[in-house]
């Protein structure tokens, strides 16, 4: 099993930054993903912002040249910088990954429990 653990969320004004933290533990073999998903009230669950192990990413259209995704591989964590926030950031931010436990394992599917970002003034 792997364990995805938050941080970073909180209330900030329209045109500011946040930083979002992402941490994976547990039975880690490899990780070929990481990445960030939002779910704002009575909308469906989005991709924001994911990044490969060979270093690609692939952003939102909505976040893209805002929002900056960066992973540490050694440490099994990523970041999300979000910089120039809009009211229609505010959203259940959830930490996402795609993992295995051993070399014969297949890879599955892991989420956080979500930190709330509120853009408001």
Known sequence: QV???ESGGGLVQPGGSLRLSCAASGSIFSIN???WYRQAPGNQRELVAIIFSGGNRN????????????RDNGK???DL??????????????????ARSSW?????????KGT??????
Not at 104 to 112: I, L, N
């Open 3 to 5: 364990q995805l653990v």
């Open 33 to 35: 993903g990481m990445g």
């Open 59 to 70: 952003y939102a259209d909505s976040v893209n040249g805002r929002f900056t995704i960066s």
């Open 76 to 78: 099994n964590t990523v």
């Open 81 to 98: 910088q979000m910089n120039s926030l809009k009211p229609e950031d505010t959203a259940v931010y959830y930490c996402y990954t795609r």
């Open 104 to 112: 014969y394992d297949q890879y599955k599917e892991y989420w956080g």
């Open 116 to 121: 709330l970002v509120t853009v408001s003034s």
